[in-house]
């Protein structure tokens, strides 16, 4: 198994992410922008979530020839993304951010496919590979904050280039891996997706990623208005994902002992409190270090059981589009729905009114998994 180029990969693809997630509303602010317009913006990352990873899935349970897409799609979100140089108005901000995010949400749900058939049976070692995606982002939102505190928020825009360029140059790489694992024939995707347990598992991603609007679109403009330089944001933000780091080493083992769909629900529980932290003692920096943490849970745990979940439900031809399902639906329809409303919530109550709805959707996902999802798998999990 090539571990380091896969992992090089999430590393790049990732550092992309740490570059963008936390400090592209700082970008669109100094271009002037307020809050609707910046919640409306950054809904677009999302919004072409829902039909990129799909289209690209089709394609690659089709053809097969996934990492073909994966560069292609890199390439194009690379060369896309450079024409946010010449671009001001919301118009023209908003159809760059539609066209590279379209290339750009497109490779990871592949890529994704591609690791798991190189793991074959060993899926719990997934985490272990996927823990240099967090390496990436720390690494960036540690620099990036830096570099914007010193030199202005348009150096935003040129660390992620830098990082787009590693993510395309470091898919030329990998190869693609057919899945050597043997299924049986599957039935039709629609039959798959009318289980109670499937769709109410994509139910609750989808929530999860609705309740972290607040945070994605706001997190940083909320703790730069209550004086917070962006240097320590960065850190903030990346002791989220040292957390996250740390879970990982030892996820397989909680997978080991814990059925997924037991930690997914405690995830969603946990980041249910984490929003709740953040909303109600932004002045105090212990426990705003303590959400943080809990980025382990909102995300770490709740990623890595997702994805074991996936793996379960969509197997054989599905795959891709099982992947590209979870992608959709989750940081999708659910991250650009919470973003787009966060903008107006933001504006209209505050922060703090903004976070505690967030805290409640994140807790009704809780509720699905335990209602919904692990009556039904719960024999099973024991069984095995």
């Known amino acids: 198994m090539p571990y380091w180029r896969l992992s090089g990969f999430y590393f790049f693809y990732f550092a992309s992410l740490g570059a963008l997630v936390p400090y592209w509303g700082l970008y669109l602010q100094w271009l002037g922008f307020d809050a609707v317009a910046i919640g409306s913006l950054m809904a ?14 089709w394609l690659g349970d089709h053809y097969g020839r996934r990492m073909a897409i994966v560069r292609l799609a890199s390439l194009l979100a690379l060369v896309s993304f450079a024409l946010i140089l010449e671009v001001r108005g919301f118009w023209a901000v908003a159809l760059v951010m539609a066209l590279y995010s379209f290339f750009w949400n497109a490779s990871l749900p592949q890529f994704e496919a591609v690791t798991f058939n190189y793991l074959g049976k060993a899926t719990e070692r997934y985490s272990r590979i996927r823990l240099w995606g967090s390496v990436g982002f720390i690494v960036t939102v540690v620099g990036v904050g830096q570099l914007v505190d010193r030199l202005g928020p348009p150096m935003v825009v040129w660390s992620v280039l830098a990082a787009f360029v590693g993510v395309w140059l470091s898919s030329l790489l990998v190869a693609d891996r057919p899945n050597g694992v043997h299924h049986q024939p599957q039935p039709s995707l629609w039959r798959v997706l009318a289980r109670t347990e499937v769709w109410a598992f994509l139910l609750a991603v989808f ?44 996820m397989h083992r909680l997978l080991k002992a814990h059925a997924a769909h037991t930690l997914l629900a405690v995830s969603l529980a946990l980041a249910g409190l984490r929003w709740l932290f953040i909303g109600w003692f932004v002045d105090s920096l212990p426990v705003l270090f303590l959400a943080q943490v809990l980025h382990a849970a909102s995300f770490g745990s709740f990623h890595a059981s997702a994805m074991e979940m996936i793996h379960g439900f969509f197997k054989g031809r599905h795959q891709g589009r099982g992947q590209a399902l979870y992608a959709s639906i989750s940081f ?9 409303a966060s903008g107006f919530l933001w504006q209209s109550g505050g922060a703090t009114w903004a976070y505690t709805l967030a805290s409640l959707v994140a807790l009704a996902g809780a509720g699905v998994v335990w209602r919904l999802v692990a009556p039904r798998l719960e024999a099973k999990w024991q069984l095995s």
């Open 207 to 250: 929530l999860m990623q609705m309740s972290h609007g607040p945070y994605y679109a706001f997190y940083t403009i909320y703790l730069q208005d209550h004086g917070y330089s962006k240097t320590l944001i960065g850190l903030l933000w990346s002791a989220g994902v040292v957390a996250e780091v740390a879970l990982f080493l030892v």
């Open 332 to 340: 999708g329809a659910g991250g650009a729905l919470g973003t787009f």
């Open 44 to 57: 677009i990352l999302m919004a072409t979530k829902v039909v990129a990873p799909n289209l690209w899935g």
